[in-house]
């Protein structure tokens, strides 16, 4: 769950951005700003007007020393100076000062009459030298001056103005920036502390990993060290608990067998008997116990040899068809099977094999058999399958199976006999030999479960021929 300064930076980093892209957009504001009073302070209203006021003027002083005669003022000057005039009225229609006349309908009408003035008087520019033209063009221009006067001073305040509100919006953008630079200097420092509050939160909880998994390793090696002396424990119980087995055992099938004459009462038969199959069974937990420690202490030795794998499997099913377990139940073995030897432990594969049969037969209805095959996978892979079509699993209770003193079902415990280590068992042992057991199991439909070898355990040999 994410931390209140988790939580702080994401809305923190984001206003620190608005800052920095409002200050970049001011200060490009500010740049645009500047370039413009620049770039028009020689083009302005006020500038305008008194050019051409200032040539107006001297148009007129041209004009009234051309009359004159000798003055030195001769035709060509007088038309140069009426063109610069019409230029300057030019720029009294366009640019900067076009929006001051739109906003003056005064000082529009007074362009506007020297514009129409100066078009009137074009077209007599050129006849300015024939008597009395000067004086008409004078008298036309004269009008003008008082008007284009008002004009400038018009216009010069009106610039002054433009000028004074552009310095104060400069002024006010100056302002606006400071303070987002205030801002995000403020945000920045924030995020710089909450980094260094996050950094030492994070060297807190590093330490205090570093501590816990100081002691989950003490914990670990405490656990192994339990795990080892329960080992050891079993393992000197289970050798504890064979020596009065053996002799209980022993001594019980001597008075069911009858070997030193009949026993007088028939019930004390029947009593010795099932001494004798109880014991029998103890024998077996007693087994799986031992093994399973062994196999946990990794103690189990492995005594290799050169297995021929049919013939096991058939001496397998021999051992087991005596027991009660097997009584009118059908064992297979799969005619068309691939079979090989393995070079592995005989005492150990019959074990495993033991195993898996006896569960196929505790978990299946009578009528239904159990069947053996055998194949080689394509990778070589040694493949020995016993399948029944008992009660079955799912596949969390095939995973449960394996574990040790395990029952998919507590009410299995009471019906079927054991502790639960068989797969365990068979599960270890393939480990030893470098195999895997493969569990595949239906709920209702029944299961199969291989024993996996791999493919260096293979050898060459001739099978046992099995009747």
């Not at 000057?77 to 063109?83: G, K, Q, S």
């Not at 200097?185 to 807190?204: D, E, K, M, P």
């Amino acid at each position: 769950m994410p931390t209140t300064h988790s939580r702080l930076k994401i809305p923190l980093a984001i206003i620190i951005a608005a800052f920095a892209t409002a200050a970049i957009y001011i200060s490009v504001t500010i740049v645009e700003r500047q370039k413009a009073l620049r770039e028009v302070s020689r083009y302005n209203v006020a500038w305008a007007a008194s050019q051409a006021v200032a040539e107006l003027y001297r148009l007129e002083l041209r004009l009234a020393a051309f009359r004159v005669p000798d003055s030195g003022v001769d035709k060509d000057e007088v038309i140069l100076r009426f063109d610069i005039l019409e230029n300057r009225a030019k720029l009294l229609e366009d640019g900067s000062v076009k929006i001051f006349t739109d906003g003056d309908p005064e000082a529009g009408m007074v362009v506007e009459d020297l514009a129409s003035t100066l078009r009137e008087l074009d077209g007599l520019m050129p006849q300015i030298d024939r008597p009395g033209i000067a004086e008409h063009v004078l008298g036309r221009l004269s009008p003008l001056e008082a008007k284009l006067a008002r004009f400038a001073g018009d216009a010069n305040t009106y610039g002054a103005e433009r000028v004074a509100d552009d310095q104060r919006q400069l002024l006010e953008l100056h302002w606006a920036f400071s303070g987002l630079a205030a801002g995000l200097a403020v945000c920045g420092l924030s995020l710089i502390g909450l980094l260094l509050i996050q950094n030492r939160l994070i060297s807190a909880a590093h330490v205090e990993l570093h501590s816990m998994a100081d002691d989950l390793k003490i914990a670990k090696e405490l656990a192994e060290a339990a795990s080892e002396a329960k080992s050891r424990f079993l393992a000197a119980m289970s050798h504890e608990l064979r020596t009065p087995l053996n002799a209980i055992i022993g001594f019980s099938e001597l008075i069911a067998d009858e070997k030193f004459g009949p026993i007088g009462q028939p019930r004390y038969l029947d009593y010795a008997t099932n001494v004798v199959a109880s014991g029998r069974h103890m024998s077996d937990l007693v087994n799986d116990i031992l093994t399973t420690a062994k196999l946990d202490a990794g103690q189990y030795e492995l005594n290799s040899e050169l297995v021929d794998v049919r013939h096991l499997v058939a001496a397998t099913i021999t051992m087991i068809g005596g027991a009660d377990i097997a009584k009118d139940r059908e064992i297979v073995i799969d005619p068309d099977s691939e079979w090989f030897c393995l070079f592995a432990d005989e005492r150990s594969v019959k074990q495993m094999l033991l195993n898996l049969i006896s569960n196929a037969l505790k978990f299946s209805a009578v009528e239904t058999p159990v069947q053996i095959t055998s194949r080689r996978a394509h990778d070589g892979e040694l493949w020995v399958t016993v399948t029944d079509h008992g009660i079955g699993m799912t596949s969390e209770q095939a995973a449960a199976a394996i574990k040790p003193f395990h029952q998919i079902d507590n009410r299995l415990s009471r019906r079927y006999e054991g502790t639960g280590l068989g797969l365990t068992i068979v599960k270890s042992m393939m480990e030893c030999h470098g195999g895997r057991l493969v569990v595949r199991s239906e709920a209702g439909k029944g299961s199969q479960i291989s024993l996996v070898f791999p493919a260096r355990l293979r050898r060459s040999g001739r099978l046992a021929e099995v009747a």
